[in-house]
């Protein structure tokens, strides 16, 4: 298997990978999204609330306020010294005591840890009125998209098959009709001749073959799988790539020493 990237920042990456099949692209796919853990706010003690909201539907937006994940600091809650009881390995406070008239955004609350904050500063939460008090803790911990989705760490994670387009030179009449059926502006006119302008954005959904009566174009899957992933910022776009292959090889081996048994 190999990685090539074609574009990367901390929040996105663009890349390809060779020399694998179906079934590890997806695997890898599943990984990042489901099982790369990521901090959320799991329960939220409430004090105080005479906001128009229930408790219930403000700590669920609560919840899925993204924040700053240093996965070297927190223990997963079932594998920590605590087991799953709550102490500071694992666990991570946020407070709020705010009065109205005003709107609430994320960047109120005050974390115990300055460096495990929300990501966003301005994410809206609710709008208090006159006379309106909001007095909360909320407890945030390690956990995983198997769980719940607002421990995925991704926004976007998808691949798509690379595929190779060709054109029969000796049988294509330049008609132009498959330039006209696809959806993607994936094909060109140049010189009297129609050619590939970007394979990448080709989706394989074959409309440009269906069209062409003198079958002069083809388009096959190349074995390459062209992967885009978002981070929701959480954690570095690269960190939750690394840790995801991470986790398939250490199913993988889990899998092999329960086969050798
Ligand atoms: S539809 Fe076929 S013949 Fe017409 S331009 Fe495209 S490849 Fe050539
Ligand atoms: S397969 Fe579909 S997307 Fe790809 S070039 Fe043909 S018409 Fe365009
Ligand atoms: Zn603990």
Redesign the pocket.
């Known amino acids: 298997m190999r990685i090539d990237f074609l574009d990367e920042n901390e929040l996105k990456a663009r890349f390809i990978i060779s020399d694998a099949n179906i079934a590890l692209i997806n695997s890898l796919r599943r990984a990042m999204k489901n099982l790369v853990p990521s901090i959320a706010v799991d329960y939220v003690d409430f004090y105080l609330n005479t906001s128009y909201l229930y408790d219930e539907n403000l700590a669920h937006r609560i919840g899925l306020i993204p924040i700053k994940t240093d996965l070297d600091k927190f223990n997963m809650p079932d594998k920590c010294v605590c087991e799953g009881e709550g102490c500071p390995n694992c666990q991570i406070s946020f407070r709020l005591n705010i009065e109205g008239r005003r709107t609430v955004y994320s960047g109120d609350f005050t974390s115990d840890d300055p460096e495990i904050a929300p990501v966003y500063d301005n994410i809206p939460v609710i709008e208090l009125y006159e006379g309106q008090q909001l007095m909360i803790e909320a407890v945030a911990r390690l956990g995983t998209g198997k769980e719940h989705a607002k421990f995925q760490p991704v926004s976007v994670c998808g691949y798509r098959i690379v595929?190779e387009?060709t054109i029969d030179a000796g049988r294509c009449t330049n008609c132009g009709d498959?330039i006209d059926?696809?959806?993607?502006?994936?094909?060109e006119e140049q010189n009297e001749k129609v050619i590939?302008r970007d394979?990448m954005?080709?989706?394989?959904?074959?409309?440009?073959?269906k069209i062409c009566h003198d079958r002069a174009?083809s388009?096959e899957e190349t074995g390459d799988f062209l992967f885009t992933v978002e981070s929701v910022g959480t954690l570095p776009v690269r960190t939750i790539i690394k840790k995801g292959l991470e986790i398939l090889k250490e199913k993988a081996e889990e899998m092999n020493s329960i086969l050798e048994l």
């Open positions: 595929p387009i498959c059926s696809c959806a993607r502006n994936v094909l590939v394979n954005e080709c989706t394989m959904c074959m409309e440009c073959v174009i388009v």
